[in-house]
């Protein structure tokens, strides 16, 4: 079956450290996929994309994504994280960006400690 | 560019009434919307996909003569809640195809309190 899955339900970095946030996901051929941020009570912002080409997929706010078709990954990193990063990371994939509905995963929940 | 607007952004009902939810396409024209529910501390799960002029389509589970879905345009759709529970009290997002840059676009969402 087609799923996606973040492996890590709460992550507590200090302000200052690295950050890795993981996806894996299981379908038939490789995906669209997506990273998004949702803070308390508010909508979605899209952090980054990959469709195709370069792997390593640079976004807003100073994160990035890599796209590993071998271990069917798209891990979110971020070299020093900010207090203000304290929020929840959803992966999210889509076979076609035209008529088919994002599936997502359970999401992570990020805390930054001082 | 490609915007969508949803109102309310919070409800608060009583039960056994209805509650209709609006996105609106501002600045594009979205033959398709999606429909999620996300409950406290988990994700969001798709419950519906509409189409301009035609039904809309349900997800497994979700029961379509309550959650009723209006695409009668191609810049609105409306998702109607009738006859609330409070079990119905969840956070709605829409979200249509973004044609520019092949992503999605997402309303800002719907707190509904059903009591």
């Known amino acids: ?114 | 560019g490609a915007v969508v607007s949803q109102h309310p952004s919070w409800v608060i009902c009583k039960s056994g009434t209805s509650v209709k939810i609006e996105c609106r396409s501002l600045d594009f024209q979205a033959t398709t919307m999606f429909w999620y529910r996300q409950f406290p501390k988990q994700s969001l799960m798709l419950m519906a996909t509409s189409n301009e002029g035609s039904k809309a389509t349900y997800e497994q589970g979700v029961e379509k003569d309550k959650f009723l879905i209006n695409h009668a345009s191609l810049t609105l759709s409306t998702l109607t809640v009738t006859s609330a529970h409070p079990e119905d009290s969840s956070f709605y997002i829409c979200s249509a195809p973004a044609e520019t840059n092949y992503g999605y676009t997402f309303g800002s969402g719907t707190r509904l309190t059903v009591v």
């Open chain 1, 1 to 114: 079956a087609q799923s996606v899955t973040q492996p890590d339900i709460h992550i507590t970095v200090s302000e200052g450290a690295s950050l890795e946030l993981r996806c894996n996901y299981s379908y038939g051929a490789t995906p669209y996929l997506f990273w998004y941020v949702q803070s308390p009570g508010q909508g979605l912002q899209l952090l980054l994309k990959y469709f195709s080409g370069d792997t390593l997929v640079q976004g807003i706010k100073g994160f990035e994504a890599e796209f590993k078709r071998s271990q069917s990954s798209f891990n979110l990193r971020k070299p020093s994280v900010h207090w203000s990063d304290a929020a929840e990371y959803f992966c999210a994939v889509a076979l076609d960006t035209g008529r088919r509905a994002l599936t997502f995963g359970s999401g992570t929940r990020l805390q930054v400690q001082p």
